[in-house]
């Protein structure tokens, strides 16, 4: 049970939009720690998608963008495609648990 | 291009040590600008971050691992290890390790990862 709550899995069609919510609390998002996100598909290492709440590294396409208020986050992902059938992971710092956590998941299905 | 590399034993018997490498090329593991950390995955779950290094020595670890763990740094040879003693069925998972940018806790993130080994825990 991961203190940063992700819906199980979003699903979409090929040029839509959808968003994935990562939901913490007051001692993590709420407490002003940055949410970042990641890219992961199956078989291969995640990738870092969105830093710093709103930032695109290098390489990132712009359908992609974050989102963070009150002690919650968002990706979303606009223009939807076959290649963007993955998982999805939200990661910040819990002060409580003194640690970096991770979301539990989203597993994002492109009709 | 910055690339880490795991390397270490793939199967391992409960009660025995985890020893895993991770060899860093095409930068510098002295960088003032970066922590160097470990992160798991166990079979079709999610990811747990392990603990983290600076070059320096300085360490932090999952407080819900801290017991069991062990992350040493090699200037010298690029490199940053883990050890992860006693371990049980619980621990099989694919182990990352990855580079922590953003030195203030508050902003920090993984922004270059290994490919990630896979360790099975299981007599």
């Known amino acids: 049970q991961s203190v940063l709550t992700q819906p199980p899995s979003v699903s979409g069609a090929p040029g839509q939009r959808v968003t994935i919510s990562c939901t913490g609390g007051?001692?993590?998002?709420?407490?002003?720690?940055?949410v970042h996100w990641y890219q992961q598909v199956p078989g291969t290492a995640p990738k870092l998608l969105i830093y710093g709440n709103i930032n695109r590294p290098s390489g990132v396409p712009d359908r992609f963008s974050g989102s963070k208020s009150g002690t919650s986050a968002s990706l979303a992902i606009t223009g939807l495609q076959a290649e963007d059938e993955a998982d999805y992971y939200c990661q910040s710092y819990d002060y409580s648990l003194s640690g970096w956590v991770f979301g539990g998941g989203t597993k994002l299905t492109v009709l | 291009q910055l690339q880490l590399q795991e390397s270490g034993p793939g199967l391992l018997k409960p009660s025995e040590t985890l020893s895993l490498t991770c060899t860093v090329s095409g930068g510098s593991i002295s960088s003032s600008s970066y922590y160097w950390g470990w992160i798991r995955q166990p079979p079709g779950k999610g990811l747990e971050w392990i603990g983290s290094?600076?070059?320096?020595?300085?360490?932090y670890y999952n407080p819900s691992l801290k017991s069991r763990v062990t992350i040493s740094v090699d200037t010298s040879k690029n490199q940053f290890s883990l050890k992860l003693n006693s371990v049980t069925a619980a621990d099989t998972a694919v182990y990352y390790c990855?580079?922590?940018?953003?030195?203030?806790?508050?902003?920090?993130?993984?922004?270059?990862w290994g490919q990630g080994t896979l360790v099975t825990v299981s007599s």
């Open positions: 990855a580079r922590r940018s953003g030195m203030a806790t508050i902003k920090a993130f993984f922004d270059y």
């Open positions: 290094i600076y070059y320096s020595g300085s360490t």
């Open positions: 007051s001692s993590n998002i709420g407490a002003g720690y940055d």
